[in-house]
Each structure stands twice: as C-alpha cells, then as structure tokens.
C-alpha cells in the first residue's frame, strides 16, 4: 500500500505541474478528496480572526493553490500522503466554473441540465469534461473576471452543484478512495470554453430585493436556509452552509447565528463554520459586523 501511495503521489504531482502549466492552480488531495494538509490554526483559541494564509504557513484549503512550480512542489513534499490535487476555481486567467453532474440515487442530473438548456435556450459548448470514479462529471467552463460565481449545491436542480469563487475540482488523474478521476474521450486536449450567458445569470445569486413588500417573508426565507442547512450529508456541509449564508447575507437577514449553530449541529466544527460564514461574507460584500 505504501508504495502504492507513493506512486500515486508522484503522479498526482506531475499531474499537477502539468496544470499548472496551462494556469491552473492547485493544492495537494488526500485520498477523501479534501486538502491534504490540516489547518495550522486548528488549535487556536476561538475567536481567533480567520487566516487564508497570511500567516505564510500552508494548510488553508484552496487558498494555499498556485501555478508557482516551486511551491507546488513544496506542497507535496509536506503532505507526502496526497494521492490528488484539487483545481481552484474562479482564479485568473481561467476564471473555472466547475458543474458538478453527480450520480447519487436516483438523480438523472445529466437529463436536469439537459432540460435546464432546453427551458432557458443555452447550449453548453465543446470542454474539458472529467469523468468522476463513481460516474459523475465535471464541466469545465469559464467565466468573466469581473464576475464571481459562488459555489452551490442543488440550487438549480438535483445533482447539479456548481463549483466557483472558493471552490476546488479534483483533477483528472487525481487517485481517491473510489477510484481515479480522469477527462473523457476527446476532450483532454480541448481548453474550458466560455460559460453561456444565460446559464451564467443562472448561477449567480439573485439580485436584492428592492421592495419592503418582500420582508414579510423574510422570516420564512430565513427559516428555509437553516433547514437547508440542517438537512447537509457529509461532503456538502460546507457547500450548504456556504449558499446558504451568501443568501442571508444578500438579503439582510441576520442569519450568522442561527445558520452557525445548524452548520455545528450537523458536524462541521465552529473553527470551520465561522471560517465559511466569513467567506461567504467577503463574497457577497456584507457589512453586519462581526460573526
């Protein structure tokens, strides 16, 4: 097994160099999937200010990516375990936006797209597409730099969550606990086309409401995200929680407590629910005060 593992991490390495060339920027994986390297502020007390790595330390997630060979290597060499890399996205030059087709169940996601692009008249465009070990895929687009697409999972159908600003893909030749991720048949030498207009208005949060009319329910609205965010598995806790807020915090709900206390109920730990909440927070330009 060991050696096994190292194998793969001198493949995932090169594999992430060779991205890295085209201005992609990455992060070591462990076999879950998730960064290989654990947050150096895991032990500080609570109510430490986040770090995204201004502490110079590696271990904070997708703000650890680079294209900088050198530090990519550096990455790998303190997490010898990693078997992946994951791909950040809404990064220049690229700007990815990753649509996550899943499997899961009895959700038919390919066919929700399909009648998402029949309903709004879009067409997605010839791309890089990497098939998933459990046979899903990923889409690669692009989007403008002036633009930030938020992560989401769900939103615009069942099995269809959107990777953007913040969000990471697994890249092709990354290994994992299920499997090895790689791009479909005749697409691996293609570059990640334009995301279609219309679908881009799909996948950016709605605008402010402008009416009083609409605080009536805001209540409800309010309530509805912290059930969304109670009803999170393992593996969309952060996505959910992430949505979710950036959706209290478009419209001035005043939901950091409440949305807080569900995302720990369903097992993220403080540390990581305050650090997602300030993201989502810097994203959507709120100003409530402090979480």
């Not at 159908?157 to 994992?176: F, K, M, N, Q």
């Amino acid at each position: 097994m060991a050696t096994t593992d190292r194998q793969a991490t001198t493949l995932a390495l090169a594999h992430a160099l060779s991205a890295a060339e085209r201005g992609l920027s990455v992060i070591p994986l462990s076999r879950t999937k998730l960064p290989a390297l654990r947050s150096p502020h895991r032990l500080d007390p609570p109510g430490t200010p986040p770090c995204h790595g201004e502490c110079g330390r590696p271990g904070h997630g997708v703000y650890d990516a680079t294209t900088d060979p050198a530090r990519i290597r550096a990455l790998f060499a303190v997490a010898p375990w990693a078997t992946g890399y994951g791909i950040a996205c809404g990064l220049s030059p690229h700007h990815l936006i990753g649509v996550d087709l899943d499997t899961k169940g009895d959700t038919d996601s390919t066919a929700a797209l399909r009648e998402l692009a029949l309903r709004h008249l879009f067409t997605i465009p010839p791309t890089v597409v990497v098939l998933t070990p459990s046979g899903g895929r990923h889409l690669w687009l692009t989007g403008p730099p002036d633009v930030v697409v938020p992560n989401s999972a769900g939103r615009l159908a069942p099995g269809i969550d959107i990777r953007g600003a913040g969000g990471y893909l697994v890249g092709p030749g990354s290994r994992t606990d299920h499997g090895v991720y790689g791009t479909a048949p005749g697409t691996s030498h293609l570059t990640p086309a334009p995301c279609p207009r219309t679908l881009l208005r799909l996948l950016l949060p709605p605008p402010r409401p402008s009416s009083s009319a609409a605080s009536g329910a805001a209540s409800q609205h309010g309530q509805g995200l912290v059930q969304f965010v109670l009803a999170a598995h393992e593996g969309q806790r952060n996505t959910r929680l992430f949505w979710a807020a950036c959706r209290a915090y478009e419209n001035n709900l005043g939901l950091s407590g409440e949305l807080l206390e569900a995302a720990v109920r369903t097992g993220l730990t403080e540390r990581e629910a305050r650090s997602t909440l300030a993201s989502a927070a810097r994203l959507t330009g709120w100003r409530g005060g402090r979480l």
